[in-house]
């Protein structure tokens, strides 16, 4: 049974910095591409980040280029997004997802995790 679990997500104020981490279980994911999206509340599911399956390739949303860093551990079979100079409106529940196809769009992917919630207070 495949299984993505984050963790991480917590309150923070302003400016200050969380780091997300998604362990992926029930296969290997070595040859799919990982990737972040989040939910605000009242909002739709909107792209975060993704890191190719060898990780020489990432991609961001552009609210978050330059602040957040995603990473993987292939052999750990483990996915990261570290978060810095965070905003109110970074504020959403943060899923995991993998995917076989490079993309933004959420249909593209095929297992996500149950999410954590990041808050960040002004």
């Known amino acids: 049974q495949v299984q993505l679990v984050e963790s991480g997500g917590g309150l923070v104020q302003a400016g200050g910095s969380l780091r997300l981490s998604c362990v992926a279980s029930g296969r290997t994911f070595s040859r799919y591409h990982m990737g972040w999206f989040r939910r605000a509340p009242g909002k739709e599911r909107e792209f975060v980040a993704v890191i190719s399956w060898s990780g020489g390739n990432t991609d961001y949303a552009d609210s978050v280029k330059g602040r957040f860093t995603i990473s993987r551990d292939n052999a750990k079979n483990t996915l990261d997004l570290q978060m810095n100079n965070l905003k109110p409106e970074d504020t959403a529940v943060y899923y995991c997802?993998?995917?076989?196809?490079?993309?933004?769009?959420?249909?593209?992917?095929?297992?996500w995790g149950r999410g954590t919630q990041v808050t960040v207070s002004s």
């Open positions: 997802t993998v995917a076989k196809r490079w993309s933004r769009v959420s249909y593209e992917y095929d297992y």
